[in-house]
């Protein structure tokens, strides 16, 4: 921030050396000093947005390269930031929890693989990170408002 250093600068200049008119001179230096100080803290506000959104990015990449078994705790520890920090800055920012992030990569990664393998249920519900398949039936069936089975039948008739 250059025209704060060289204001903070003067205004040291002035104090140090006599100068006519100092008093004068200090508070016009102090009032653009100010004025600066105010125009680098809007961009300092913009660059916390940008800094959330950026967390948000590596968030959002991390469920798609993990929505298999992620954890929040384990990406709050890979990324260095609190856990409820994290956790309520997704909230915020993405309208939607961690875990709600994860299911919908899930069902949907579930849905494509229905459609374009001939994997069983059985099989897909383990590939996308699902142990209990009654619960990723209940997932699923929340989700597309038919199960899995009626899912790949509907689109294998599209086809």
Same mark, same amino acid.
């Given at each position: 921030?250059?025209? /704060? *250093?060289?204001?903070?600068?003067?205004?040291?200049?002035? +104090? /140090? =050396?006599?100068?006519?008119?100092?008093?004068?001179? =200090?508070? @016009?230096?102090?009032?653009?000093?100010?004025? *600066?100080?105010?125009?680098?803290? %809007?961009?300092?506000? @913009?660059?916390?947005?940008?800094? &959330? *959104? $950026?967390?948000? $990015?590596?968030?959002?990449? @991390?469920?798609?390269? !993990?929505?298999?078994?992620?954890?929040?705790? %384990?990406?709050?520890?890979?990324?260095?930031?609190? +856990?409820?920090?994290?956790?309520?800055?997704?909230?915020?920012?993405?309208?939607?929890?961690?875990? &709600? +992030?994860? *299911?919908?990569?899930?069902? #949907?990664?579930?849905?494509?693989?229905?459609?374009?393998? #001939?994997?069983?249920? /059985?099989?897909?519900?383990?590939?996308?990170?699902? &142990?209990?398949?009654?619960?990723? !039936?209940?997932?699923? =069936?929340?989700?597309?408002?038919?199960?899995?089975?009626?899912?790949?039948?509907? !689109?294998?008739?599209?086809?």
């Amino acid at each position: 921030m250059l025209p /704060v *250093q060289n204001l903070i600068e003067n205004l040291i200049w002035t +104090l /140090v =050396n006599e100068q006519n008119n100092k008093r004068s001179i =200090n508070q @016009y230096t102090m009032g653009l000093l100010f004025l *600066q100080l105010m125009n680098h803290t %809007d961009k300092a506000v @913009y660059g916390e947005e940008m800094s &959330e *959104q $950026m967390v948000i $990015m590596s968030v959002l990449k @991390y469920v798609e390269e !993990h929505y298999r078994d992620g954890e929040l705790s %384990d990406l709050a520890g890979l990324m260095h930031y609190d +856990l409820s920090w994290l956790s309520r800055l997704i909230k915020k920012q993405t309208g939607k929890t961690f875990t &709600e +992030l994860m *299911q919908i990569k899930r069902m #949907n990664h579930a849905a494509f693989l229905l459609k374009s393998t #001939n994997l069983t249920v /059985v099989e897909v519900c383990l590939r996308v990170g699902y &142990e209990n398949i009654s619960y990723f !039936h209940r997932l699923f =069936n929340s989700r597309f408002n038919m199960s899995p089975k009626k899912y790949r039948d509907f !689109h294998t008739k599209i086809r």
